[in-house]
């Protein structure tokens, strides 16, 4: 009898609608829940293998091979982003290089920016098209409280590698800021975080908050009328991150949403049973989930300390 041949794990997933980006084809480059910080508001939940080795966490050959596969989608980005941190990927910057023998299409680095005071790090981002880090804090205190960060990175440490990555970087350099209700929303931190943003000097800054569940229920989302008026506070060239129902309306998007609302028609469950159900990367899922939720189309429910997903209709 011949042994069954297991199935390679999927390391590229969509082109999926992106908020900033389009259609964004993702390359996940170190296992689920794999990171530097532990966030409160991270939609993936909480982080199970909290870290700061950088290593070959996934095979850099099957990435490349998986990618070339996906090229014929014409994303707008390649972009390294994920179910963890990518910048804990060691081979970053051979892989952005060997991106870029194949293809013209832009490579965009998501980042929680926690590595960028490694001049290591810094220097495998440098061919990379679009950096975009994060900055959730303007203060050690709420840095620890939203960010739950690696015991070996420091608030001020972490400012001064976004401040250095930007003296060294020639790329476009976006700075996302995650605000939450109650928290970062004081004007004590919104003046700290200002204080910060105008070190950095990014492109542009880009503001979010909660849209998805959060690791953590009290993590509230800012009401988008408070959220225009910090946004206009912070920074000259700032936005909030634009409605992308455009994208949501292609036909490849409509037709996997509708699969998973079907599927959650017969059965509750979690994106990881959405995910194996469908054939589905659980990042792709998410954004599914989003827009299903956004409409009123599907619910959640918390089961034995887990998220599950229904439909309402």
């Given at each position: 009898m011949t042994a069954k041949k297991e199935k390679t794990q999927d390391y590229i997933f969509g082109p999926v609608p992106s908020r900033r980006l389009g259609r964004s084809l993702g390359v996940d480059l170190v296992p689920f829940k794999t990171c530097t910080y532990d966030c409160i508001y991270c939609q993936l939940g909480r982080t199970t293998h909290k870290t700061m080795q950088r290593k070959e966490w996934v095979p850099m050959d099957i990435i490349i091979a998986q990618l070339k596969a996906k090229l014929s989608t014409k994303p707008d980005y390649i972009t390294?982003?994920?179910?963890?941190?990518?910048?804990?990927?060691?081979?970053?910057?051979?892989?952005?290089?060997?991106?870029?023998?194949?293809?013209?299409?832009?490579?965009?680095?998501?980042?929680?920016?926690?590595?960028?005071?490694?001049?290591?790090?810094?220097?495998?981002?440098?061919?990379?098209?679009?950096?975009?880090?994060?900055?959730?804090?303007?203060?050690?205190?709420?840095?620890?409280?939203?960010?739950?960060?690696?015991?070996?990175?420091?608030?001020?440490?972490?400012?001064?590698?976004?401040?250095?990555?930007?003296?060294?970087?020639?790329?476009?350099?976006?700075?996302?800021?995650?605000?939450?209700?109650?928290?970062?929303?004081?004007?004590?931190?919104?003046?700290?975080?200002?204080?910060?943003?105008?070190?950095?000097?990014?492109?542009?800054?880009?503001?979010?908050?909660?849209?998805?569940?959060?690791?953590?229920?009290?993590?509230?989302?800012?009401?988008?009328?408070?959220?225009?008026?910090?946004?206009?506070?912070?920074?000259?060239?700032?936005?909030?991150?634009?409605?992308?129902s455009k994208i949501h309306k292609q036909q490849d998007f409509l037709a996997r949403r509708e699969d998973v609302l079907t599927l959650l028609q017969r059965r509750p469950c979690s994106v990881e049973d959405i995910a194996a159900g469908l054939g589905l990367h659980r990042n792709e899922v998410v954004k599914y989930v989003e827009e299903l939720l956004s409409e009123g189309k599907i619910e959640t429910k918390s089961q034995n300390q887990q998220l599950y997903y229904r439909a309402t209709i």
């Open positions: 390294l982003s994920g179910s963890g941190e990518p910048t804990l990927f060691s081979r970053l910057e051979d892989l952005i290089s060997r991106i870029k023998d194949i293809t013209d299409i832009p490579v965009a680095v998501l980042t929680n920016g926690s590595l960028l005071w490694l001049p290591e790090v810094r220097k495998a981002l440098k061919s990379a098209d679009l950096v975009v880090p994060s900055l959730d804090a303007g203060s050690s205190q709420i840095f620890q409280y939203v960010n739950r960060p690696h015991g070996d990175i420091m608030f001020s440490k972490m400012v001064e590698g976004l401040v250095k990555f930007r003296d060294e970087y020639t790329g476009k350099y976006w700075l996302e800021v995650f605000l939450l209700a109650g928290i970062t929303t004081t004007e004590m931190e919104i003046n700290r975080m200002k204080t910060c943003i105008n070190s950095i000097g990014p492109d542009k800054v880009q503001v979010n908050t909660v849209t998805r569940p959060p690791a953590e229920g009290f993590a509230e989302p800012v009401p988008q009328k408070q959220l225009q008026t910090i946004t206009e506070k912070l920074y000259e060239k700032t936005e909030v991150i634009a409605d992308y």
